[in-house]
C-alpha cells in the first residue's frame, strides 16, 4: 500500500525567507508524486508533479520539489516566500498498480509573517 | 466549463435524511472523481468513473454511499440516512482519459456537508 507522511502540521516563515515543506512517501511500486495548494474557499490547485522524468522539478509560483528515491522523500522548497504563499499544503501520491487512486497526506498549514 | 463546479457549496442536513451532491467535470475530462475531506485530514478516495468502465467504488465507506455518471458529464453523489459522521467536504476532480498522473487532476471548490 502506498502512503504519505507530511512531517508538519503546521510551518511559520517571514516573508522573504526560504520556505520547506517535508514529505516522505512509501510505495511499492514505482510513484508519481504531487504537490497540491489549497486556499482558504478555493479548490485545490496543482503546484507540480513528478513522474519519473528529471528528480528535480519546477512548479507554478517559484516552487520546487526533489525526488529523493534513497530518502523516499519528496520536500517542497521556495527560496522567498510571499504572503500570498499563506494555505495548506498537500503532498500527494499514486503508483503504478493504482495510478488512478490518489493517496493524500494530512496537510501542512503555512503561515507567512509579515 | 473552464472549471469544475460542484454544488451545492454549503449543506446542513438533519440526521437520517438522504443528499445529493453534483459535479460538473471539465469538458472533454473522461475520469471523475470523489473525494472527501474531514476536518483536518487528507482527502480519503471514495470513487472513480473513466468513460463507460464499470466504476472504482473501492473507497466508498458504506452501503448508504453511492455515486452515478451520465455518459462523460454531470456525477452525482448520494448519502442515504446521513450520519454526523459524514459530515465533511466532498471534492468532485476531473481529468483527462486516465492521465491524472501525467496531466494533474482539476479539483472543484468542494461542497460542505454537515449533518445535525
Known amino acids: 500500500a502506498q502512503s504519505v507522511t507530511q512531517l508538519d502540521s503546521h510551518v511559520s516563515v517571514s516573508e522573504g525567507t526560504p520556505v520547506l515543506l517535508r514529505c516522505n512517501y512509501s510505495s511499492s511500486y514505482s510513484p508519481s508524486l504531487f504537490w497540491y495548494v489549497q486556499h482558504p474557499n478555493k479548490g485545490l490547485q496543482l503546484l507540480l508533479k513528478y513522474t519519473s522524468a528529471a528528480t528535480l522539478v519546477k512548479g507554478i509560483n517559484g516552487f520546487e520539489a526533489e525526488f529523493k528515491k534513497s530518502e523516499t522523500s519528496f520536500h517542497l522548497t521556495k527560496p522567498s516566500a510571499h504572503m500570498s504563499d499563506a494555505a495548506e499544503y498537500f503532498c500527494?501520491?499514486?503508483?503504478?498498480?493504482?495510478?488512478?487512486?490518489?493517496?493524500f497526506g494530512t496537510g501542512t498549514r503555512l503561515t507567512i509573517i509579515p | 466549463g473552464a472549471g469544475v463546479s460542484q454544488s451545492p457549496s454549503n449543506k446542513v442536513t438533519e440526521k437520517g435524511k438522504d443528499v445529493e451532491l453534483r459535479c460538473d467535470p471539465i469538458s472533454g475530462h473522461t475520469a471523475l472523481y470523489w473525494y472527501r475531506q474531514r476536518l483536518g485530514q487528507g482527502l480519503e478516495f471514495l470513487i472513480y468513473f473513466q468513460g463507460n468502465s464499470a466504476p472504482d467504488k473501492s473507497g466508498l465507506p458504506s452501503d448508504r454511499f453511492s455515486a452515478e455518471r451520465t455518459g462523460e458529464s454531470v456525477s452525482t453523489l448520494t448519502i442515504q440516512r446521513t450520519q454526523q459522521e459524514d459530515s465533511a467536504v466532498y471534492l468532485c476532480a476531473s481529468s483527462l482519459s486516465t492521465g491524472g498522473q501525467v496531466y494533474g487532476y482539476t479539483f472543484g471548490s468542494g461542497t460542505r456537508l454537515t449533518v445535525v
Open positions: 500527494v501520491v499514486s503508483d503504478l498498480r493504482s495510478p488512478e487512486k490518489l493517496t
